[in-house]
Structures are given as C-alpha cells and as structure tokens.
C-alpha cells in the first residue's frame, strides 16, 4: 500500500465489514444506517449510495414475510378478485 501510494496509485486495504463500520472516513459520510425489517427488527448496514443532500435515498423497508406483497400484486396489479386470491391461497399456490 506505502508502495503504490507512494507512486501516485490510490489504494488502501480491504476493509471487513467491522472495521467499514469503525472507520473515521466512513462514519464522516455517513456510510452506515439503521432501518427496521418487519421479520427481524433493527439493522444496520450500508445505505445506498450515492448520498445526495437535496434527494437522500433511504431504505423504505427491510424485509418482508413470504407473500407479503401478494394482494397488491396479484389483485391490483394482476386484476385478481379477493375470492380468486382465497381460491390460490387455498390451493397453496400463493
């Protein structure tokens, strides 16, 4: 790293996801974030980047259950019925 630093190329170690975590550069911009995931509570981890000040990007939500999003997606999306959905549902289909 001194070597290729010295001859003009930018480079640095290979940081493990703790020491990302601890790092004074990192923190400075913010890198890391907590969200909440409905199956296992509070997370932290790498927000998405860019970052921009007037447009922040966030983590509208972490993970969600198996099947979570089947009434929006088959019903308003798909056109189903709410009967069509218990008719899948029932068959184990969804």
């Given at each position: 790293i001194e070597k290729l630093n010295s001859i003009g190329v930018p480079c640095c170690p290979i940081l493990s996801s703790k020491l990302a975590a601890e790092d004074a550069h990192y923190?400075?911009?913010?890198?890391?974030?907590?969200?909440?995931?409905?199956?296992?509570?509070?997370?932290k981890g790498t927000r998405p980047v860019p970052i921009f000040s007037k447009t922040?990007?966030?983590?509208?939500?972490?993970?969600?259950?198996?099947?979570?999003?089947?009434t929006k997606i088959y019903g308003e999306l798909l056109g189903k019925t709410l009967e069509q959905l218990d008719k899948l549902r029932s068959e184990g289909a969804i």
């Open positions: 923190r400075a911009r913010a890198v890391h974030m907590e969200w909440e995931d409905e199956q296992v509570g509070t997370l922040p990007s966030k983590i509208w939500r972490g993970t969600a259950a198996p099947g979570a999003d089947n």
